[in-house]
């Protein structure tokens, strides 16, 4: 059965599917929408995408897309291990800056989902990483965004900070003070 763990950011959601193996390999279910759907998460889902990444600290992040494209993201590591983290951006939230992290690996099984309204980064914690991740919209450039992932007032734990690897575009990222959110928050 799969197995759900809120994180302190109880919206953000670590799962575990299960997995069954014999001396032939192994088999599991690693979505399975009626699971989701009894713990109350129907979300649909429209892509799946994927990622290589070759140098241990790779950094990709934070990124989110804004309505009518903003995303929810299921996130599963295929080779090596990431520390893969969400900040809430939605305005208005009791949670808002703050961030929750969970290591995801092809050992563990385990996945991350993260809801609209929160950015979303990962750090490779080894060297060639795939990570594969569902998304609930298309991606569009226009409704891109990205916050700062060393911002000093997210103070993120990054494992390998000293060594991130960046694209140029995530190192100029905005800090969250010199952000506007496109994520306002409703409470449930």
Do not use: C
């Amino acid at each position: 059965m799969t197995e759900f763990r809120r994180l302190q950011i109880p919206e953000v959601i670590e799962v575990v599917p299960p997995k069954f193996g014999d001396h032939r390999g192994f088999f599991s279910e690693v979505f399975k929408r009626s699971a989701f759907e009894a713990e109350g998460i129907a979300i649909d889902w429209v892509q799946d995408n994927q990622s290589f990444s070759a140098e241990a600290g790779t950094v990709r992040g934070l990124h989110f897309q804004a309505s009518p494209f903003a995303q929810a993201k299921l996130i599963r590591v295929l080779r090596g291990a990431i520390y893969d983290v969400a900040v809430d951006i939605r305005k208005g939230s009791p949670t808002y800056g703050r961030w929750v992290a969970a290591e995801l690996s092809a050992e563990k099984w385990n996945q991350l989902l993260i809801p609209t309204g929160f950015a979303h980064g990962f750090m490779t914690l080894t060297s060639d990483v795939e990570v594969i991740y569902k998304v609930s919209a298309p991606y569009s450039r226009e409704s891109e965004g990205a916050i700062r992932w060393d911002d000093p007032d997210l103070a993120i734990a990054w494992p390998r900070a000293g060594e991130a690897i960046l694209s140029e575009k995530d190192a100029a990222a905005p800090l969250l003070a010199d952000f506007i959110s496109p994520f306002a928050y409703e409470a449930a």
